[in-house]
Every structure is written in structure tokens, then in C-alpha cells.
């Protein structure tokens, strides 16, 4: 994602954003250690863009588990940003997806302030194909619950 892909979307759009990378702009891509390492900067537009939403809408993480240590300092960050803001009650509502069920994880991102959105038909891609199929714009946030 780049600066100018931040103001193409339209108003009232549903929005999917790839963090580590789009295959039609190589240098967003996070193949090796070092572009790795390079993510957990969080300074890049696609991270400010995810602040910001993070902020303002509610968002739908898919594809993350915490046995990334990218994804856990950004949750960490995340949570970090809506406790100094001390407006618990504003916050609009973050989820994740798993793929497997577990308690430990589920019970971080509770704490984390993010809703775990459980598949436990031990069929992930087609739990994951099946949720997505199930939620348009209109239903995102009852389809979650």
C-alpha cells in the first residue's frame, strides 16, 4: 500500500487491506528477515492508515496468530493507543478470525480488546471461505457478534 492507494477509496466502501504486501507492488511484499523487520518500524503509510482505522472503524484481522511477534507488538501497540485514550466505551469494535481454537490466545486478544471469531470445524480454509461468504458490509458487525 502506498500514500496515493489512501485516498482511493470511495466513501461508504467496504475495505480489504493486504499488510504484508501486494503482488502488483513488489516492494510492499514481506518476503525475507530484513523487510520482516522493517514492518515492526509501523511508520509506513499502511500503518498509519491502520491506526487511524483501527481508531475510527471497526476492523476484521484475518490470517494473524500470535506466534507472530509482529503481530503481537502491533496488538500491543494497538491497545496501548486505547488505553491512554481512556475512551474504553468509543472503541469500535476490532475481531480476528482463528483458524483453530485456543483459549490462551483467545483470552490475550479479549484482553487486547479484540473479539476472537472462532473456526472449530477443523477445515480452516473452507471455515474462513465460509465466514466470508456469510458477511457483506451490511451484516459485518451482527455476522461477528
Do not use: C
Amino acid at each position: 500500500m502506498t500514500v496515493k492507494d489512501l485516498t482511493a477509496k470511495q466513501n461508504g466502501e467496504l475495505e480489504i487491506v493486504k499488510f504484508h504486501g501486494d503482488f502488483e507492488d513488489d516492494a510492499t511484499l514481506v518476503l525475507t528477515e530484513s523487510s520482516y523487520f522493517e514492518r515492526l518500524d509501523f511508520e509506513s503509510p499502511i500503518d498509519q492508515m491502520l491506526r487511524a482505522d483501527v481508531l475510527r472503524h471497526p476492523v476484521l484481522f484475518v490470517g494473524y496468530s500470535l506466534s507472530d511477534i509482529n503481530v503481537r507488538y502491533l496488538f500491543h501497540k494497538l491497545s496501548k493507543i486505547w488505553s491512554a485514550a481512556g475512551t474504553q466505551t468509543e472503541r469500535p469494535p476490532s475481531h480476528i478470525f482463528m483458524t483453530n481454537p485456543n483459549p490462551v490466545e483467545e483470552a490475550i486478544f479479549r484482553r487486547w480488546g479484540i473479539n476472537p471469531i472462532v473456526e472449530s470445524s477443523g477445515l480452516p480454509m473452507e471455515g474462513l471461505r465460509d465466514f466470508l461468504e456469510r458477511i457483506t458490509p451490511n451484516n459485518l458487525i451482527s455476522s461477528m457478534r
